[in-house]
């Protein structure tokens, strides 16, 4: 099976598991203070009470913030890290010390655990705020993946010999 397949056939596995769970959250659905949408008067994220849209849309705005900031950190730092440390192919290292790496790989990791520890409060406070939170994510990582596509060549499976025998012209 190729590439292409597998990920169409992922893609649709991952669509079904989504609409069962949705299912399964609304076949279950009780006065669950989880299940709401919008300012509660017993609304708290992260100790602060949620009681009135402009206390609502103020936690919106911080959510976004921190979703886009989190989203290019860990798109455009986090290959550097992993590249770097977890590729097995790559024996030598020019542009950190071993030092530098292990610090700057062990610092984004702690700094992103924590973060995520008050994520996850954030997300579990309600359920509108757990969807804007992944819906804003997925804004910002349209646009990082994006730029990163746009730095590769892509050529067609037909056009590969072409391309790397214009490749070897040009270098030469």
């Known amino acids: 099976m190729d590439?292409?397949?597998?990920?169409?056939?992922c893609l649709l596995g991952n669509i079904c598991l989504l609409f069962i769970v949705m299912s399964l959250m609304f076949i279950f659905q009780s006065d669950s203070k989880y299940c709401r949408f919008g300012p509660h008067p017993d609304l708290l994220v992260l100790a602060y009470k949620v009681d009135t849209?402009?206390?609502?849309?103020?936690?919106?705005?911080?959510?976004c913030f921190i979703k886009i900031t989190k989203v290019f950190i860990q798109e455009l730092g986090n290959p550097i890290l992993g590249?770097?440390?977890?590729?097995?192919?790559?024996?030598?290292?020019?542009?950190?010390?071993?030092?530098?790496?292990?610090?700057?790989?062990?610092s984004m990791f702690l700094i992103s655990s924590l973060?995520?520890?008050?994520?996850?409060?954030?997300?579990?406070?309600?359920v509108d705020l757990a969807i804007f939170s992944v819906l804003v994510s997925q804004?910002?990582?349209f646009f990082t993946i994006r730029l990163l596509l746009n730095e590769k060549k892509f050529v067609k499976k037909e056009n590969i010999k072409d391309y790397e025998l214009n490749k070897v012209k040009i270098i030469n």
């Open 83 to 106: 590249f770097s440390i977890y590729n097995p192919d790559k024996k030598v290292i020019d542009e950190f010390t071993k030092n530098e790496l292990q610090f700057y790989a062990n």
């Open 53 to 63: 849209w402009n206390k609502y849309y103020n936690i919106l705005g911080i959510i």
């Open 3 to 9: 590439k292409k397949t597998k990920l169409k056939l």
């Open 139 to 141: 804004a910002a990582s």
């Open 115 to 126: 973060r995520y520890v008050f994520e996850i409060m954030v997300t579990i406070s309600q």
